[in-house]
């Protein structure tokens, strides 16, 4: 599994295959095509016998900054997959997953970090749920993956403020196992990954399944819901007004929504 899509950068190591988010000078946010790209990655790893561990990480000084906010309503791309399949890719990947979260992660780029098996963070990097300043809900599962990972005061706060998170608040709170120097984040994180990679395919595949299996379905059920609530608010007042700010680069006004 070696050939890279438009916006990913898909290299192997041994056993271990790492995805790039590719898009730098767009701080890797999701747009169509990236969301495509993404779950095809997933998928084919999930059938490659040669993938025994995924790896994803972002280029430049970005995890992912979430949904492309300039591409949002223009229909520029006609949906491969879209954001469901995507999650569901991701909640059905058998092996392990791991996130190298190399710098911002917002949106999604901080809610895929509660579909990971292992989370690693580089010292700089920081996690934003910004839904309810733009008007929206959460996504990807997060309202079932957080609380769990998190408690669930913790969790109410970071997906209803809308604040940043710092490396060292999320290893406290559970949503990373470890923070590293930026320098180091992607070497131990293929340490920890060879690790894997040298044991038997089954055991980690079953493992996996026991752990998650007795969840899968309410993950599934949550980013449905979640999906269903996005849709609902998209395009709302309080939407309306969150992008219009964004546009005119100024801080929005929810007086009265």
Known sequence: MNDNL?????????EVCIVEMDRPEALNAFNGQLMDDLCDAFLAATAD??????????????????????EMGQGSHK????FGPLVEAIIDFPKPFICAVNGVGAGI???????ADLVYMAENARLRCPFSALGLTAEAASTVTLPRLMGHQRASWFLLSS??????????AGLALEVLPLAELLPRVMDRAQT???????????TKALMLDPVRQQLKDSARFENQGLAELSGGPA????LAAFKEKRAPDFTGL
Not at 109 to 115: K, P
Not at 196 to 206: G, I, N, Q, V
Not at 239 to 242: D, S, T
């Open 6 to 14: 438009e916006t990913l950068n898909i290299r192997l190591q041994g």
């Open 49 to 70: 016998v040669a993938v025994k561990v995924l790896v994803l990480t972002g280029a430049g000084r970005a995890f992912t900054a979430g949904a492309d906010l300039k």
């Open 79 to 82: 949906p491969k997959h879209g």
């Open 109 to 115: 780029g901080a809610t895929i970090c509660g579909l």
């Open 163 to 172: 604040e940043w998170m710092s490396a060292a608040e999320c290893l406290d």
């Open 196 to 206: 894997l990679a040298a044991l038997p395919m089954a055991s980690l595949k079953k």
């Open 239 to 242: 939407n309306r007004e969150a």
